[in-house]
């Protein structure tokens, strides 16, 4: 299958700082990437969805001057978390899926996690 | 919004027995997908339906899109204890942002050896 991989695997920061998360997908171009957050014990929870060249779309709920994307290549996504607080440290996950595939299918990177302090 | 109903919520089972688990939907899927994650990993994909009654098989999994395609199921045969983690099924869509997964809460295997 297609690979995705993040970084970094894992970060720890003081409140109020921000954070930078990036997805990546190695062997294929990503026209469109996924953000998710999931909390301990519970399902993923999508974010946002990025579209290479063009703002992304939030989930209802999700504060989008909080959570920066930017998906300014085929290949890479970032995720920044912006005056991160203790409430957002959370496992972050991106996933990405290509045009080129006819049956549209989501590979997962391997996750972040991160701790604000 | 779309809701996956998944069960069950945890399994603890024996080295070598079956185990099989299933998603309901309050509305129509285009694909479903079965994903296991590990703890601490990202969700690896295991099967990928794509078509109303279409049953495919991976090793030991088995998976099954539902005729209704409202529903699907996962069987894993003979079971290892590798095959110890949260198992998550997804569902898309079709229509506007028909690319996005709508997940299940995630069915937890544990299984003795």
């Known amino acids: 299958g297609a690979v995705v991989s993040q970084h970094p695997s894992r970060v720890i920061c003081k409140s109020g700082t921000s954070v930078k998360i990036e997805c990546r997908s190695l062997?294929?171009?990503?026209?469109?990437m996924f953000w998710y957050r999931q909390f301990p014990k519970q399902s993923l929870m999508l974010m946002a969805t990025s579209n290479e060249g063009s703002k992304a779309t939030y989930e209802q709920g999700v504060e989008k001057d909080k959570f920066l994307i930017n998906h300014a290549s085929l290949t890479l996504s970032t995720l920044t978390v912006t005056s991160a607080h203790p409430e957002d440290s959370s496992f972050y996950i991106c996933?990405?899926?290509?045009?080129?595939?006819?049956?549209?299918?989501?590979?997962f990177g391997p996750g972040t996690r991160l701790l604000v302090l | 919004g779309q809701q996956l109903n998944q069960s069950p919520q945890s399994m603890f089972i024996q080295e070598g027995e079956d185990v099989s688990m299933n998603c309901t939907s309050s509305?129509?899927?285009?694909?479903w997908l079965w994903y296991k994650q590990d703890p601490g990993e990202g969700p690896v994909l295991l099967i990928a339906?794509?078509?109303?009654?279409e049953l495919t098989s991976n090793g030991r999994l088995t998976a099954q899109f539902g005729i209704t395609r409202k529903d699907s199921f996962l069987n894993i045969s003979a079971s290892i204890p590798s095959d110890v983690g949260i198992y998550f099924c997804a569902g898309r869509g079709s229509g506007a942002g028909s690319y996005q997964l709508t997940f299940g809460k995630g069915t937890k295997l544990s299984v003795i050896p």
């Open positions: 339906l794509y078509k109303a009654g």
């Open positions: 996933s990405a899926i290509t045009r080129a595939v006819f049956q549209e299918t989501q590979y």
């Open positions: 509305s129509i899927f285009n694909t």
């Open positions: 062997d294929f171009q990503a026209t469109t």
